[in-house]
C-alpha cells in the first residue's frame, strides 16, 4: 500500500502504520502457521507475508517546521518532502493509495480562537481535498480535534463532511481518546476514515472503550499549572509546552515536570524519538498523534 502523509510532524502516522504492518502480519502469520500445521503441510512465512500484505510505502510527505523535519528526517530519511501544502502541485505527486495527516487544529480547537474558516489555517483543509480530488487514493485517513465537531454549531464539521462526500468517498467517524489505547494521557480527537465509493470498505469505528484510568489531580489552577498524580493520566499534552507549561506529577514529596521522555511515551514514541532542544522536544510531542491509535486504526485498515 501506498500512501502520502500531509502535516506529518514527527511521523506519528507512519511508525502507527508500520507498527500495525508488524502486529497484523505477525498475528495472521501465526493463524496461518497453526492451520497449516494441523492440516500436517509446510509452513512457508515468506510466502505467506509477502502474498497477503504489500508493506505500506511512504510515497512523500508535507511539513514544514524545521524542528520536526529534523526529527522526522532521523527516522525516515528515504521519504521526500514537498514542504508547504499550499505550494505541492498535485499534479506531479505520485500515485498512492490512502491519504493520511492530522490537519491543523488551531482553527478548530476549542482552545483556540474558534474562526474556523475564517482562518487561514482554516483553510488548509481545501488544499488537502484538492489533492484528494486530484488523486483520488482508495483511502482518507484524518485526524483533528475534538472541537471540530462542535465548532460554528457543528458546520464547520459538516462542510469539511460534505466536501469529502462530493469528491465520492463514503465516510465514518469517531472521537477516541489516547488513554484507551494503552498510553496514560487524556487525549481526545476525532478520526475520519474515507472509503472512495465503489471499493471496498473494512468497518473501521466503533471501537469500544476498554477502561482506561481517570484523571487523578491534586491541585486546582489552570492546565499548566495542575499537578497530577502518577497513579492517574496526564492531561493531554499541547502545542503550548515548554517554559514550564508541561505537564506536573507529585512525585517523593516534590513536584516535577514531565520530562521529553515521558511525553514521547505518553504520544507512544520509543525514547528519545526527538530530537533538539527540550523545548523543542516537548513542542513536538504536544504536535503529534497519539502513535498507539493511529496504529489500532490503521490494522482495521489493512
Known sequence: MKYFSLF??????????????????????????????????????????????????????????????????????????????????????????????????????????????????????????????????????????????????????????????ELGYDLQWQVLNSKNHGVPQNRERVFIIGHLRGTSRPEVFPFTINGGKDIVQLFGGSQSERVYSRKGVSSTLSTMQGGNLQPKVFEERRIRRLTPIECERLQGFPDNWTVGSDTQRYKQCGNAVTVNVIRDIAERLL
Not at 93 to 116: E, H, N, T, Y
Request: proline share 4%; glycine share 8%; hydrophobic share 30%.
Open 8 to 165: 506529518s510532524g514527527i511521523g506519528g502516522f507512519e511508525l502507527g502504520i508500520q507498527q500495525a504492518y508488524e502486529n497484523k502480519t505477525r498475528c495472521d502469520s501465526n493463524q496461518q502457521k497453526i492451520q497449516t500445521e494441523q492440516a500436517n503441510v509446510e509452513y512457508m512465512p515468506s510466502d505467506f507475508r509477502k502474498n497477503v500484505y504489500s508493506t505500506p510505502r511512504c510515497v512523500g510527505y508535507s511539513e514544514i517546521d524545521k524542528y520536526a523535519i529534523a526529527t522526522y528526517q532521523s527516522h525516515f530519511p528515504e521519504h521526500k518532502n514537498y514542504g508547504d501544502i499550499t505550494k505541492i502541485n498535485e499534479q506531479e505527486l505520485p500515485d498512492f493509495d490512502m491519504l493520511v495527516g492530522g490537519f491543523p487544529c488551531q482553527a478548530f480547537s476549542i482552545a483556540g480562537k474558534r474562526k474556523g474558516f475564517e482562518d487561514t489555517r482554516g483553510t488548509l483543509f481545501f488544499d488537502i481535498a484538492r489533492i484528494i480530488k486530484a488523486k483520488q487514493p482508495r483511502l482518507v485517513f484524518l485526524e483533528n480535534v475534538k472541537g471540530l465537531l462542535s465548532h460554528d454549531n457543528g458546520e464547520t464539521f459538516r462542510t469539511i463532511i460534505a466536501t469529502l462526500d
